[in-house]
């Protein structure tokens, strides 16, 4: 059976492809914004506004900003419903960040959908240096992988990746009843701050090493390298650790160690 959602007399058909679940309470909203620290002042990014529960409280602090929605009836919904706000109808996943942070470094807030929350993520990794914050909600369980600590079952590839790069705050928790349709799993909103000193000097190639690190989770480190790295100069009771066992600054030195085999 097909979830229809209606507000203020707009039907729209639930995509479930694209993981559409709709805030209801004002409240949370509002505490997402104050969190964010947005301002009048701010180059604001709304990721995904559908009806405008979290848009209409961004407005109470900045009354100007700019927000992508890819579902073009709800585009036509904001549209309508704040004609003075800049709306890129398209993919946020195809949407041109440093076009958009040209004059001053964003702050991205959203309730990201859950079907696309890790490769907005990683998006918003990649092209870290065109924003000042990300204020996002999102799958629990997604939260929790993100600020994982190491030798925890959550602790992996998401965890090093965004914490090398990014500070991550959690936020607070924000239960499955105050969404429409109301989904199966709980939220969370997470703050990213991207970091100023980075001890990297190939982000792209410690990316990749950190994925196949963990390209078998049950396997040492030895193991999962030995056919993409050099690992002479490593010493031989960390390469006996699993990838998990390893924290954040233990990563960055690893991968300062290894040279890739040519």
Do not use: W
Not at 104 to 121: C, D, E, Q, R, V
Not at 146 to 159: F, N
Not at 238 to 254: G, I, P
């Amino acid at each position: 059976m097909r979830k229809v959602v209606e507000y203020k007399h707009t039907e729209i058909a639930v995509k479930k492809k694209l993981g559409q679940n709709f805030l209801t309470d004002r409240n949370i909203t509002r505490k997402i914004v104050i969190a964010s620290g947005a301002t009048p002042q701010d180059n604001i990014l709304e990721i995904g506004p559908g009806f405008g529960a979290l848009t209409r409280a961004i407005m109470e602090f900045c009354p100007l900003f700019t927000v992508v929605e890819k579902d073009h009836k709800l585009a036509d919904f904001i549209r309508s419903e704040y004609p003075q706000l800049n709306l890129i109808e398209g993919d946020f996943l195809e949407t041109d960040l440093a076009a958009l942070a040209h004059d001053k470094p964003l702050k991205i807030l959203g309730n990201i959908p859950y079907s696309i929350t890790t490769p907005i993520l990683f998006k918003l990794l990649e092209h870290r240096h065109t924003f000042f914050s990300a204020t996002l909600m999102m799958q629990h369980e997604v939260a929790m992988r993100i600020v994982a600590h190491p030798s925890t079952k959550d602790y992996g590839i998401l965890a090093v990746q965004m914490q090398a790069f990014c500070d991550v705050n959690y936020l607070f928790k924000v239960g499955r009843k105050v969404f429409r349709p109301q989904p199966g799993v709980d939220s969370a909103v997470l703050q990213m701050t991207p970091k100023n000193n980075v001890p990297l000097n190939d982000a792209d190639g410690f990316r990749r090493f950190v994925r196949i690190a963990f390209h078998q989770r049950r396997k040492t480190l030895l193991n999962n390298l030995k056919e993409s790295y050099n690992l002479e100069s490593v010493a031989n009771h960390t390469l006996k650790l699993r990838a998990e066992a390893l924290s954040v600054e233990d990563f960055f030195q690893l991968f300062r160690e290894l040279k890739p085999l040519t």
